[in-house]
T-cell receptor, first 113, second 114 residues
Framework: DTGVSQNPRHKITKRGQNVTFRCDPISEHNRLYWYRQTLGQGPEFLTYFQNEAQLEKSRLLSDRFSAERPKGSFSTLEIQRTEQGDSAMYLC???????????FGSGTRLTVV | GENVGLHLPTLSVQEGDNSIINCAYSNSASDYFIWYKQESGKGPQFIIDIRSNMDKRQGQRVTVLLNKTVKHLSLQIAATQPGDSAVYFCAENRANFGNEKLTFGTGTRLTIIP
């Protein structure tokens, strides 16, 4: 078990470009979460999957954001037409259905220039 | 609405001393509370959690206290070490109500002075 893995670790993109991040959760965890964290703030919830079903989306997740978990394992988060305000750390977390402990990845730091 | 906040944004403690990090919350329906440690460039790391039906829980060098009367949560770290320097977040969850998300506070930066 290597924990929650996120790729890439860093991404710099020009405004208006699309970006996609990947999260590989702990293999036996059926729940997967995306959070966004800006400098000096705590993580904010974006969306949640149970297996392949996306069950909850935050109002923070605008129409430019889309997340998938096609086979109930890894997940992708895509941001279309990036804006400077999208610059943040994007964190993925997972947990099993039995436990209450969320395990976070190291995040993908997005910088939109 | 829900609010999990912290009293102090920064805290400096001499190495070897004990530290106490405080957190206030406003949602009395929370099921449990969690403390996370976040080092620079890393994701939050679980430290300890406590159910809402408890008032104290101890781990290795850490103790979490929950005072539901005043909606206050604290994290005590004993005999602090340089590796304890990080930002600490409290978070709350209402899993028993089908609410999967964690709500985080803004964090306290703990600096251990050698």
């Amino acid at each position: 078990d290597t924990g929650v893995s996120q790729n890439p670790r860093h991404k710099i993109t020009k405004r208006g470009q699309n970006v996609t991040f990947r999260c590989d959760p702990i293999s036996e965890h059926n729940r997967l979460y995306w959070y966004r964290q800006t400098l000096g703030q705590g993580p904010e919830f974006l969306t949640y999957f149970q297996n392949e079903a996306q069950l909850e989306k935050s109002r923070l997740l605008s129409d430019r954001f889309s997340a998938e978990r096609p086979k109930g394992s890894f997940s992708t988060l895509e941001i279309q037409r990036t804006e400077q305000g999208d610059s943040a750390m994007y964190l993925c977390a997972s947990r099993s259905g039995q436990g209450t402990r969320y395990t976070f990845g190291s995040g993908t730091r997005l910088t939109v220039v | 609405g829900e609010n999990v906040g912290l009293h102090l944004p920064t805290l400096s403690v001499q190495e070897g001393d004990n530290s106490i990090i405080n957190c206030a919350y406003s949602n009395s329906a929370s099921d449990y509370f969690i403390w996370y440690k976040q080092e620079s460039g890393k994701g939050p790391q679980f430290i300890i959690d406590i159910r809402s039906n408890m008032d104290k829980r101890q781990g290795q060098r850490v103790t979490v206290l929950l005072n539901k009367t005043v909606k206050h949560l604290s994290l005590q770290i004993a005999a602090t070490q340089p590796g304890d320097s990080a930002v600490y977040f409290c978070a709350e969850n209402r899993a028993n109500f089908g609410n999967e998300k964690l709500t985080f506070g803004t964090g306290t930066r703990l600096t251990i002075i050698p």
